[in-house]
């Protein structure tokens, strides 16, 4: 009891006017709205950051969120390609040039040393010793100044020819150590024809000499080894690979690859949470533009915004879950199988297609901004949601849903193919492309089932008027349309008269058709108290109305408002329809028991207001059409001879009082309106009072036969 005692309270403080018109309630809603979304799905838009250690043993899968460069890798396969790459060496002609001034600047010392008689031999070796070149042994300086000056003239040709046939060729450092054995090969192939020691002279003397001639390039050693890192190509984290699997040991190379795809961070990254906080702001911005720019008629309160905010905060549930799976490692086509036509189709159903459409462009792009700004997905999520939102905008029946269900999986599979063809690089990948086909196909009877589950908890939950509930509530077997029938069938016949007229109303001047109809049918339900006092359940020329007092008469018909009113709220039917119920008489006046009792009155004391209905007026324009449509049909019943010229007359009456005395004045029922109901009026009437044949007596026709 305690919960029903609660629940009551807050459907009443739901359907109070302070709460839904409340501009700051509004603004909280709004501002809510953008908390909530933001919450739930900063986690999806910002990569998840890890702080492993090597050596940790991973507590979970993980995977790439977008395509990266392995710089590791990358680094490692340049770092083999610039290995390669050979030192870079040029060759010097000086290195020979210095060789043979080295090789006449010795024999010519050997020469004078020789010529001079004046020095002894040791003295002679030293001074040779000073123009040698270093590691010039002393025996072959002996030697050389064993030789008479012709000789050395002819050995330091004979060296000059070996030492230009090895330097005119590449002469490297590493040659340095087969010098000896360079050199000796020269002296055989050059076949000099010397002895013993002069062969060593040359040998030795060419050797002294020799230096590489291959001279290190550093700079285009680099240049080349630069050109040769370049070439490779890098190595790449492609989307959706695992970087680390569960229970798997982290190691340097797991943590090279994390920082490389940006998941590898002690906190997350504040720059994508600020922007992402903008996006969350400017959306929440146009959305409330465009909801407060809508036509007054159009306007949501803050019940219906805040069920509209229910609706965005469940798409982004669904996204976040979605996300979730895919960065837990499942698999990366998942988000073909989100339902992301269910909010589209909720709204249409529970407000109109129009607000559906623009919501549509909120889910789709919160679904590619989840994915990494995908275009795919918002195409995909885009066209889905809006052949849904079309799908439903007339519901007739349940099956209406499943029929839709069918239709999006249908274009869902148009919009993946299409996509797949636009993609140059997923060229020959059938496999991705099948199974994207198949989830398309899925989501589509996916979306459609959710939205006939969830949608019975909306209208529960927040006493929602929607189509469904609407061809619930006109089945004849209701209790409460059951009651009418029983207790009340005049009554009950009456509102069938009233509600065919209000839906040929509401179809020509844009009003909800069925509304009209069903609350039609409901408006009279508190005539089941007392239902003989009501003219259209008398049976017979008795009226109770004639034994009682004027005063009590106007108490008993006026309170079938207030009956009526609390049976439909202990029966939970929608407030739309209570509205209904509440305004189809207005302030009007019960003209016949003020004529009644200003009759009986001797001292003058009735007043024309004591005899007016409670109240309230009209505010929509379903309210206004039964209100015109009940007393046009009680009027055009009780004519005696209901000719169409009279019914219009009659018609025209009404809707002129109904103006004159204000009960149209809360609602945007226009003049132009007004002129094309009574149209519609007469239509409806002519097939309801059509003139009958008058059938002779048949028991009188009988006799005369019988005679």
Not at 213 to 239: C, G, K
Request: proline share 5%; hydrophobic share 45%.
């Amino acid at each position: 009891m305690r919960w029903t005692g609660w629940g009551s309270a807050i459907r009443r403080w739901l359907d109070d006017d302070a709460f839904r018109q409340s501009r700051r309630v509004r603004a909280i809603i709004y501002a809510g709205l953008g908390v909530l979304l933001f919450a739930i799905l900063a986690s999806s838009m910002m990569p998840p950051r890890y702080h492993f250690t090597v050596g940790e043993v991973s507590p979970t899968t993980v995977v790439a969120p977008v395509t990266a460069v392995d710089t590791a890798a990358t680094a490692a396969k340049r770092k083999a390609a610039e290995a390669k790459v050979p030192k870079q060496y040029a060759q010097s002609p000086q290195v020979l040039t210095d060789a043979l001034n080295q090789l006449a600047t010795l024999f010519h010392a050997a020469s004078a040393a020789v010529e001079n008689r004046s020095l002894a031999a040791p003295e002679k070796l030293v001074a040779l010793r000073r123009v040698a070149p270093q590691g010039l042994s002393s025996s072959t300086l002996a030697l050389m100044l064993a030789e008479s000056p012709a000789r050395l003239a002819a050995l330091e040709r004979d060296s000059a020819k070996v030492v230009q046939a090895i330097l005119s060729q590449p002469f490297y450092a590493d040659s340095m150590q087969q010098s000896m054995l360079l050199v000796d090969r020269q002296i055989v192939n050059l076949n000099l024809g010397l002895d013993r020691d002069e062969a060593m002279i040359v040998q030795n003397t060419a050797v002294s000499v020799l230096r590489p001639n291959m001279v290190y390039q550093a700079q285009a050693t680099q240049e080349a080894r630069e050109q040769a890192a370049e070439s490779v190509q890098p190595v790449l984290i492609h989307q959706g690979d695992v970087i680390v699997a569960k229970n798997q040991v982290v190691t340097s190379e797991v943590i090279s690859k994390l920082k490389d795809v940006g998941l590898y961070s002690a906190y997350p990254s504040l720059r994508v949470g600020v922007g992402f906080a903008v996006f969350i702001a400017l959306s929440i911005a146009m959305l409330a533009a465009y909801v407060e720019r809508r036509a007054p008629r159009r306007r949501l309160d803050n019940l219906m915004l805040g069920i509209l905010g229910l609706v965005f905060v469940l798409m982004a549930i669904l996204i976040a879950v979605t996300k979730w799976i895919v960065a837990a490692g499942g698999p990366a086509s998942t988000p073909y199988l989100l339902p992301i036509s269910l909010g589209a189709m909720l709204i249409t159903v529970m407000m109109d297609s129009s607000l559906a459409v623009v919501s549509a462009f909120f889910f789709s792009f919160l679904l590619g901004a989840a994915f990494g700004m995908n275009y795919d997905f918002v195409f995909y999520g885009f066209v889905g949601s809006l052949v849904g939102a079309y799908s439903v905008s007339r519901v007739t029946s349940r099956a209406t849903f499943m029929r839709a269900g069918f239709i999006v999986s249908a274009v869902n599979i148009g919009t993946v193919i299409a996509l797949y063809l636009l993609a140059v690089s997923r060229e020959g990948d059938f496999h991705s492309l099948s199974l994207h086909v198949g989830l398309a196909a899925l989501n589509g009877v996916f979306a459609a089932i959710l939205t006939m589950g969830i949608l019975p908890f909306f209208e529960s939950a927040f006493g929602l008027l929607t189509p469904i509930r609407l061809l619930e509530l006109s089945n004849p077997n209701h209790p409460l349309l059951r009651k009418v029938l029983l207790e009340a069938p005049g009554t009950y016949h009456h509102s069938l008269i009233v509600g065919n007229l209000a839906e040929a109303a509401a179809e020509l001047v844009g009003a909800d058709p069925l509304l009209c109809r069903v609350g039609a049918y409901y408006h009279d339900v508190g005539k089941t108290k007392r239902p003989m006092f009501f003219v259209e359940n008398q049976m017979t020329k008795e009226n109770p109305h004639d034994k009682v007092a004027p005063s009590l008469s106007h108490l008993i018909i006026t309170s079938h408002v207030s009956d009526g009113l609390e049976m439909l709220r202990k029966a939970g039917i929608p407030k739309p329809i209570q509205d209904i119920c509440a305004t189809h008489h207005g302030t009007t006046i019960l003209w016949y028991f003020y004529h009644k009792a200003k009759e009986q009155d001797k001292n003058g004391t009735v007043r024309v207001d004591d005899f007016r209905y409670p109240g309230p007026k009209p505010k929509t324009r379903e309210c206004a059409i039964i209100m015109i449509c009940d007393a046009v049909e009680a009027a055009v019943r009780s004519m005696s001879r209901p000719t169409p010229n009279r019914v219009e007359g009659v018609i025209r009456k009404i809707i002129r009082d109904r103006l004159q005395d204000g009960q149209l004045d809360e609602c945007d029922l226009t003049l132009q309106d007004l002129d094309a109901m009574v149209g519609a009026f007469m239509k409806t009437l002519k097939g309801i009072y059509h003139a009958r044949i008058e059938y002779p007596d048949i028991d009188k026709l009988k006799k005369e036969v019988a005679k």
